[in-house]
């Protein structure tokens, strides 16, 4: 079973406009935290909002807030005030357990978001 | 605050042969994650270092291995290399413990390998 699904392979927004890109989890683990990434063509991975699982706010970072719904498993990503930069692939990864302990992060497959002037 | 580096960028090599990556972790950090990403696809967790040993390991064959040193940089080896192990590879660095709230990972730009 996926434990990251990503339904939108792609999405197009009009500059300026807000966007919100889908992502659910399958976790049995109480402590886990989740991450956004943003992927340009030239391929390093950006770290963009990370929310976690205790947190009461859903996180907020500049244009980039977590629409963060804990009964639904679902940590959506939402870009206000759409800019031709941020053009690229957006992955959502989960970190299993405590953030102490380092672990690895598990990725969907992403969401190419194409912005139009 | 130097960043994390990969080399080399871009590499082509032919089945059977082995080949060597290499990743330099941010300056501070002690954890090295390897990850292979595949075309259309989301990263895929090879193994961590930290400390200069293996610290958790995906579902990969022997045939990768790693090495972190002691200034915690660290090398990914693959050997007897297939057509399916062409992929973007990226290197994560972070900090273990220090009280960070998410031990967040920083990505190097990565390195695109080519198998034929």
């Known amino acids: 079973a996926q434990k990251i699904t990503q339904t939108q392979p792609g999405m197009f927004v009009q500059e300026k406009e807000a966007v919100t890109l889908d992502c659910t989890y399958d976790t049995s683990d109480p402590s886990y935290g989740l991450f956004w990434y943003k992927q340009p063509s030239s391929g390093e991975m950006i770290f963009l909002i990370y929310q976690g699982s205790y947190d009461q706010q859903n996180a907020t970072e500049g244009r980039y807030s977590l629409n963060f719904q804990k009964a639904r498993k679902s940590a959506n990503l939402v870009i206000s005030a759409s800019q031709l930069g941020d053009s690229a692939m957006y992955f959502c990864?989960?970190?299993?357990?405590?953030?102490?302990?380092?672990?690895?992060?598990?990725w969907g497959l992403g969401t190419s978001l194409a912005v139009n002037p | 605050e130097t960043g994390v580096t990969q080399s080399p960028t871009h590499l082509i090599k032919t089945r059977g042969q082995q080949v060597t990556l290499r990743c330099s972790s941010q300056?501070?950090?002690?954890?090295v994650s390897w990850y292979q990403q595949a075309l259309g696809q989301g990263p895929q967790f090879i193994f961590q270092?930290?400390?200069?040993?293996?610290?958790g390991r995906g579902n990969f064959p022997p045939r990768f291995s790693g090495l972190q040193f002691p200034n915690y940089s660290s090398e990914l080896n693959v050997n007897a290399l297939e057509l399916d192990d062409s992929a973007l590879y990226l290197c994560?660095?972070?900090?273990?413990?220090?009280?960070?709230?998410?031990?967040?990972?920083?990505f190097g730009p990565g390195t695109r390998l080519t198998v034929l």
């Open positions: 990864a989960m970190r299993e357990g405590r953030a102490g302990n380092n672990r690895k992060l598990i």
């Open positions: 300056s501070g950090h002690n954890t």
């Open positions: 270092y930290y400390r200069e040993e293996e610290n």
């Open positions: 994560a660095s972070s900090s273990r413990g220090g009280g960070l709230a998410y031990n967040e990972q920083f």
